[in-house]
């Protein structure tokens, strides 16, 4: 047996005792394909800084060993003739593709039960959520099924399920990684990202992922970022921005307690922690839930059933009939409020006063930070999320409630900028998530932050 | 921002999308919240926004790259007849048709 057939049956294994705890983190997996990839890989002889390591792929992205069904019935066994950019990276880094890893039914919704397939539970409280949408990867991760995972973000959706977990989630720079193969959601808003049990990890694995794609109009024209360097023994010289805005009165108290405790460490090791304010944030969640809808209205058109997909037409004779039927049953009931959302608000009559004024806020959102930046600040830390993990149940009945668990993330993904989450503590046993922001392009420093944030603090100790 | 059952039918149409009687209540209740929380933007005055720089679109190069897909469309697509995707008929087409 070679080293990446017994990497890969050890990983099946792994996986296997994940899922028999109804941890629900894979859609879709198998030894036999695992075993599969392995026999490739030792037959090319593969070393790359990947080489032998299961990545889990959220569903979103495209893949052909397993089918890619976004997490909705409307994809239902659908497998992709072609593969992303992304897991293109990862096979040619030595990787294996683990299994495809559940996630919120076309990545929108911040739980995981808005999969059509059942939610993943998080493995450090199998009554709570995981967070979403990415919550399969970060669940897989938490649970020790592998190490890495990738993820996607349209508003928060890689760092508020790797806060609820307990793990390490980065969401880079819009155009740093290829969206080539991420099934659209928010085209100018949607960007993968990485899951690691550690900083290390995940920022590795954005290091192969990272770099430009000609199939992606919007990628940066940058090398790739690499692998990370060594945790700084000193923060001497580094400013921390603390956005005021983030800190409201009533904040939560264990993530209160748990940030306080963050940013003496980051005194600690030499970093200057600095007052600042970002006067937009207030109108972050609303200005996302115009444009991401908006987006999602024309991404999603293209579910019809008349290209590829599963087609309703039970003998309808009309065509747009067969269109309807195919939507009105496929698409479950997060999707279908985002569609026809994004719809109303793009509708003649009311596009300047929601979408329009959504995007001029956007800019403004935007400048906040850009300003914050040009003053010298190298970092922002905030919370990942307004409370720890929540119970399965409590927000479905009501979105608004989903939507401002997003409140802290949703500013990076509508600014560009990156911003990761590492845990920073532990409140009544839930993990909770510190959030480092980075100026355009400013993966490294962050992520050099993190590292040293991350040796500093106890992150599975209670923080009150 | 108060939606109507009309309003709902109406984007229902736009959007392609199958609405059933009770889905459609329960969504003018939503979209009707979801409406009014978002109206707060209305606070921001465009003074507020002005000065901020638009960044143009980048445009990729106007040629055609093929894609390798490991499937063809006439494997993948429900219904394909003679090098083309196949629908039932628009509706509105035959009724024209049928006009005096």
């Not at chain 1, 239902?76 to 992304?86: L, Q, Y």
């Not at chain 1, 720079?173 to 099934?183: A, H, I, W």
């Not at chain 1, 959601?185 to 990890?201: A, N, R």
């Not at chain 2, 009309?6 to 979801?34: N, P």
């Amino acid at each position: 047996m070679t080293d990446f057939v017994r990497a890969a049956r050890e990983a099946a294994q792994r996986i296997a005792a994940c899922e028999e705890k109804g941890t629900h983190a894979f859609l879709a997996w198998s030894e036999a394909a695992l075993v599969e990839q392995a026999e490739r890989l030792a037959k090319a002889d593969a070393t790359g800084p990947l080489a032998g390591e299961a990545v889990a792929v959220k569903d979103v992205i495209a893949e052909s060993v397993f089918p890619t069904t976004c997490g909705s019935k409307i994809l239902e066994g659908w497998r992709s003739p072609f593969e992303a950019t992304v897991v293109r990276r990862l096979r040619e880094a030595g990787a294996m593709v683990a299994g495809k890893a559940n996630c919120d039914e076309f990545a929108m919704g911040s739980s995981t039960e808005w999969s059509a397939y059942g939610p993943s539970r998080n493995p450090v409280d199998p009554t709570r959520v995981p967070g979403g949408s990415s919550g399969g990867s970060a669940a897989a991760v938490a649970a020790g099924a592998v190490t890495m995972a990738l993820g996607s973000e349209t508003g928060g959706s890689v760092r508020q399920p790797a806060a609820f977990c307990g793990i390490v989630g980065i969401k880079p720079t819009y155009g740093r990684v290829s969206r080539y193969g991420l099934v659209a959601f928010g085209s100018s808003l949607d960007q993968i990202g990485t899951f690691g049990k550690d900083v290390v990890s995940a920022a590795r694995l954005l290091g192969v992922i990272s770099g430009r794609d000609d199939r992606d109009a919007t990628s940066l024209d940058r090398i790739p970022l690499g692998e990370p360097g060594p945790a700084p023994a000193s923060l001497k010289g580094t400013v921390i921005g603390v956005p005021r805005e983030y800190f409201p009165e009533g904040l939560h108290a264990g993530i209160k307690a748990a940030s306080d405790r963050a940013l003496a460490r980051l005194r600690d090791l030499g970093a200057e922690v600095r007052d600042v304010s970002l006067p937009h944030t207030k109108y972050a969640v609303p200005t996302y839930y115009i444009v991401a809808p908006a987006e999602a209205s024309s991404n999603l058109a293209r579910y019809d059933g008349v290209r590829y997909g599963p087609r309703a037409d039970g003998g309808l004779t009309d065509v747009r009939a067969v269109y309807r039927a195919t939507r009105g049953h496929g698409f479950g009931p997060e999707v279908r409020r985002r569609i026809l959302l994004g719809t109303y608000v793009l509708s003649a009559g009311y596009y300047d006063a929601y979408y329009r004024k959504a995007q001029r806020v956007r800019e403004a959102i935007r400048a906040d930070f850009a300003r914050v930046f040009a003053q010298g600040v190298h970092a922002l830390f905030t919370p990942t999320t307004p409370t720890p993990a929540f119970k399965f149940g409590e927000n479905t009945a009501d979105p608004l409630a989903m939507y401002l668990s997003d409140v802290y993330v949703c500013t990076a993904n509508l600014a560009w900028v990156p911003a990761l989450s590492l845990p920073i503590g532990r409140d009544q046993g839930l993990p909770i998530g510190g959030q480092l922001i980075g100026a355009m392009e400013g993966e490294a420093t962050i992520i050099r932050i993190a590292q040293a944030l991350e040796r500093a603090v106890n992150a599975t100790a209670e923080v009150r | 921002m108060s939606v109507s059952r009309r309003d709902i039918e109406k984007i229902a149409a736009l959007a392609e999308l199958g609405v059933d009687d009770a889905s459609a209540a329960e969504l003018e209740k939503q979209l009707t919240r979801i409406l009014d929380y978002v109206a707060q933007l209305s606070e921001v005055t465009d003074d507020a926004t002005s000065a901020v720089d638009e960044r143009a679109a980048r445009l990729r190069r106007d040629v055609v790259d093929p894609d390798s897909l490991s499937r063809t469309p006439k494997e993948i697509a429900p219904a394909f007849t003679d090098g083309l995707f196949t629908v039932p008929r628009l509706g509105e087409l035959d009724r024209g048709e049928d006009a005096p």
